[in-house]
């Protein structure tokens, strides 16, 4: 099941521009995973909407195609206009694209795990996930669509640390409402995460998600954007040892997102310049 961070809250604030219908409509589209079936009453214990809320949107969102209902158990499933849109977006999204031949060939090398991710809200989302040929590395189990924690993971810090300070702020301030008395341990994770982003442009976790998995990650925001990603090296601890993250596989994940933005510069359109007698 597609994890979500329940802020029926923040649906209610009344904010400039902001359509709630709209926003709970897409709050209830992005509890869905692709092949998940959901009940009403499932969405209604995930978004933290009303009963009756719930049963307009889904009734609105199965008409126009978005949801649609399993004839068996009555349940809703993504519709085609989501599938849809997802495969639009991915084709556009340029950045996976030229990443995806530099993270094979990292998981290939290393035999662990890679993914790059970019924040959702209170949490990081995967874009894209490399896992090595051999199975033995496969403890790293997540696909593409699966969110995780800000603050338990490389990945999810290296996200963190990378998003513009306007928006840190608030991202924080959920964290802190968000994870109550377990918000010192994470912002001290979070304090660290900052200082050895400044020491070596990388972050590494140990033994994250109270899993015996380590992991590496970069953070990068492509030139015109301001939306961070990351790029994350995962796999068992034993593998990965603090000693090998520092000397080898931070310096080459690093290299790695030099590369890619190397590439993505280098594959930007050129400008169209006018003749002066225009």
Same mark, same amino acid.
Request: proline share 6%; with cysteine; hydrophobic share 40%.
């Given at each position: 099941m597609a994890t979500h961070v329940k802020t029926p809250d923040q649906l209610q604030e009344s904010g400039t521009g902001l359509v709630h219908s709209l926003a709970k409509g897409l709050e209830i589209l992005s509890c869905?995973?692709?092949g998940e079936l959901l009940g009403n009453q499932q969405l209604v214990e995930l978004t933290g909407l009303p009963k009756a809320t719930v049963s307009r949107l889904t009734s609105t969102?199965?008409?126009?195609?978005?949801?649609?209902?399993?004839?068996?158990?009555?349940?809703?499933?993504?519709?085609a206009r989501v599938l849809g849109l997802g495969v639009s977006v991915q084709r556009k999204l340029g950045l996976? &694209?030229?990443? &995806?031949?530099h993270m094979e060939a990292m998981s290939q090398r290393f035999g662990?795990?890679?993914?790059?991710?970019?924040?959702d809200r209170l949490s990081v989302v995967l874009l894209e996930v490399c896992r090595p040929p051999s199975?033995?590395?496969?403890?790293v189990n997540f696909d593409a669509g699966t969110h995780l924690p800000l603050s338990q993971t490389a990945l999810g810090l290296a996200s963190l640390v990378n998003t513009p300070v306007k928006d840190r702020e608030q991202?924080?301030?959920?964290? &802190?409402?968000?994870?109550?008395?377990?918000?010192?341990?994470?912002?001290n994770r979070i304090e660290r995460a900052h200082q050895e982003h400044e020491r070596y442009g990388y972050i590494v976790s140990q033994r994250s998600l109270g899993r015996d998995v380590s992991g590496v990650a970069v953070g990068m925001v492509p030139m015109g954007s301001n939306t961070p990603y990351?790029?994350? #090296?995962? =796999?068992?601890?034993?593998?990965?040892?603090?000693?090998? #993250? &520092?000397?080898? #596989? =931070?310096?080459?994940?690093?290299?790695m997102v030099q590369d890619i933005q190397a590439e993505m510069r280098a594959a930007r359109p050129p400008k169209l310049v006018v003749p002066k007698e225009f």
């Amino acid at each position: 099941m597609a994890t979500h961070v329940k802020t029926p809250d923040q649906l209610q604030e009344s904010g400039t521009g902001l359509v709630h219908s709209l926003a709970k409509g897409l709050e209830i589209l992005s509890c869905f995973s692709e092949g998940e079936l959901l009940g009403n009453q499932q969405l209604v214990e995930l978004t933290g909407l009303p009963k009756a809320t719930v049963s307009r949107l889904t009734s609105t969102l199965v008409k126009l195609g978005y949801l649609q209902v399993d004839p068996r158990s009555r349940k809703l499933a993504m519709g085609a206009r989501v599938l849809g849109l997802g495969v639009s977006v991915q084709r556009k999204l340029g950045l996976q &694209r030229i990443a &995806r031949p530099h993270m094979e060939a990292m998981s290939q090398r290393f035999g662990l795990t890679v993914t790059m991710g970019t924040r959702d809200r209170l949490s990081v989302v995967l874009l894209e996930v490399c896992r090595p040929p051999s199975l033995a590395s496969l403890v790293v189990n997540f696909d593409a669509g699966t969110h995780l924690p800000l603050s338990q993971t490389a990945l999810g810090l290296a996200s963190l640390v990378n998003t513009p300070v306007k928006d840190r702020e608030q991202v924080i301030e959920g964290l &802190r409402k968000q994870l109550g008395d377990q918000w010192v341990e994470a912002r001290n994770r979070i304090e660290r995460a900052h200082q050895e982003h400044e020491r070596y442009g990388y972050i590494v976790s140990q033994r994250s998600l109270g899993r015996d998995v380590s992991g590496v990650a970069v953070g990068m925001v492509p030139m015109g954007s301001n939306t961070p990603y990351v790029f994350h #090296m995962a =796999g068992p601890s034993n593998q990965m040892p603090l000693s090998l #993250m &520092r000397s080898d #596989m =931070g310096p080459a994940l690093k290299q790695m997102v030099q590369d890619i933005q190397a590439e993505m510069r280098a594959a930007r359109p050129p400008k169209l310049v006018v003749p002066k007698e225009f």
